[in-house]
């Protein structure tokens, strides 16, 4: 009786695996293909998630952030700085992958990416020297026309590689020692802040090549401390020192002019202990000429990166408050959408998406567990 029912048992299990193996050769084969995005809008977001925890490989995370939709992932290179081109056709990323994961021979690449498709269209060689640091904005730019990329090399000596997005090669590249970063300047120059206190400019040819470089002097270092993630509006850029005070250059001319500085806080705010705190601590509206500033009550010397629950914002005519924004989490990188009703979108240090609506300065949203450890939000 024993033996008749385990051949039973496996009579029946044989017709049923017959059953199935018959039922999965009628499914058809599957299909590789992509799903193209609608075109950006302006209110797209590009998380640029360093991924400590696996910092071999970084990724851009692409949101809708007004449906708290995922829309997608750009997977990039080793702590790999981004960029949006102005026609909001491309990402640029400067990738450094090894050979062997973690080791073995360098590769670096500027690879340029289609924001609808989110897949490489093409990519170029470009020196072994790009900076491998904690993301920062001007790391890598794009001039105003889109044709050249400037990737900041951090080797220490400092230089930037010219890329010509055109022609898809390495122009040349230049050197900056004693200078930090590439801030673009119009459609042929970038600009430097250097340690001895100037700004320095790089004029290009049509074919990247420089042509000349002038220094401004733009603050005294033995006095002042200065941060370096500015943020643009047009031609002006605005820098903020740990202090609390802005400082704008207008880089309109044919070298740049420092404007007078001014300070966020009053005599009475600073005893009260109110600083800057963040990564990218600054955003602007260029709709609503607003400056958005992430602050705290407790600014010490050692606590001016700490993120924020609080964002002030100022009338950049008047330099007066004008409003004050807060969330319940810690946001430390700020970016403001460039349209006519726009969005303050930050980061937060538990990988979410704060989204402020800058109509009425209300928290409208947050995306949670959206990236693991972000550095940058970018917008077109």
Same mark, same amino acid.
Request: charged share 25%; glycine share 8%.
């Given at each position: ?17 017959? !059953?199935?193996? $018959? ?8 299909? *590789? ?22 910092? $071999? %490989? ?17 997977? %990039?290179? +080793? ?12 990402? +640029? ?41 904690? !993301? ?48 673009? *300047? ?27 470089? %002038?220094? %401004? ?6 006095? @002042?401390?200065?941060? /370096? ?34 300070? @966020?806080? $009053? ?37 001016? /990166?700490?993120?924020?629950?609080? *964002?002030?914002? +100022?009338?950049?005519?008047?330099? /007066? ?37 800058? $109509? ?9 567990? !959206?990236?693991? !450890?972000?550095? @940058?939000? @970018?917008?077109?």
């Amino acid at each position: 009786m024993k033996t008749t029912l385990n051949r039973a048992g496996g009579l029946a299990a044989f017709a049923a695996l017959a !059953i199935s193996t $018959t039922a999965w050769g009628q499914l058809p084969a599957d299909t *590789i293909g992509t799903t193209k995005l609608d075109p950006p809008g302006p209110h797209r977001a590009y998380i640029i998630d360093t991924e400590f925890e696996n910092a $071999t %490989t970084g990724k851009v995370v692409v949101v809708d952030p007004e449906n708290k939709k995922m829309l997608g992932m750009i997977p %990039t290179g +080793y702590l790999a700085p981004s960029v949006l081109s102005h026609d909001a056709k491309t990402l +640029y990323s400067a990738d450094t992958f090894w050979s062997r994961g973690v080791r073995g021979e360098r590769t670096d690449v500027l690879t340029a990416w289609d924001t609808q498709t989110l897949e490489p269209r093409w990519e170029v060689k470009i020196p072994k020297k790009r900076a491998n640091i904690l !993301i920062e904005r001007y790391m890598l730019t794009v001039s105003d026309d889109d044709r050249f990329a400037y990737v900041y090399n951090f080797t220490p000596a400092t230089s930037v590689t010219v890329v010509d997005t055109t022609n898809r090669d390495v122009v040349g590249e230049i050197d900056i020692a004693g200078c930090s970063l590439n801030y673009p *300047i119009g459609d042929r120059a970038f600009a430097s802040i250097c340690g001895d206190g100037t700004f320095q400019q790089v004029n290009l040819d049509d074919s990247g090549h420089e042509v000349s470089r %002038t220094r %401004t002097k733009f603050f005294e270092p033995n006095q @002042l401390a200065m941060n /370096e993630r500015a943020v643009r509006n047009g031609d002006m850029y605005y820098f903020v020192t740990l202090d609390g005070s802005i400082q704008p250059i207008d880089v309109s001319g044919k070298t740049p002019t420092v404007g007078k500085r001014w300070s @966020l806080f $009053t005599d009475a705010q600073r005893k009260k202990g109110w600083g800057v705190g963040g990564w990218q601590l600054m955003a602007i509206a260029p709709k609503l000429n607003r400056l958005y500033v992430l602050v705290h009550p407790d600014h010490g010397d050692r606590n001016w /990166e700490d993120p924020s629950n609080t *964002i002030w914002a +100022y009338d950049l005519d008047s330099h /007066e408050k004008v409003a004050e924004l807060t969330t319940d989490n810690y946001v430390w990188s700020l970016r403001a959408t460039s349209d006519d009703e726009p969005l303050l979108l930050g980061i937060n240090i538990d990988g979410g998406l704060d989204v402020f609506d800058l $109509t009425d300065n209300t928290h409208t949203t947050t995306v949670d567990g !959206i990236s693991k !450890i972000p550095a @940058l939000v @970018l917008s077109h």
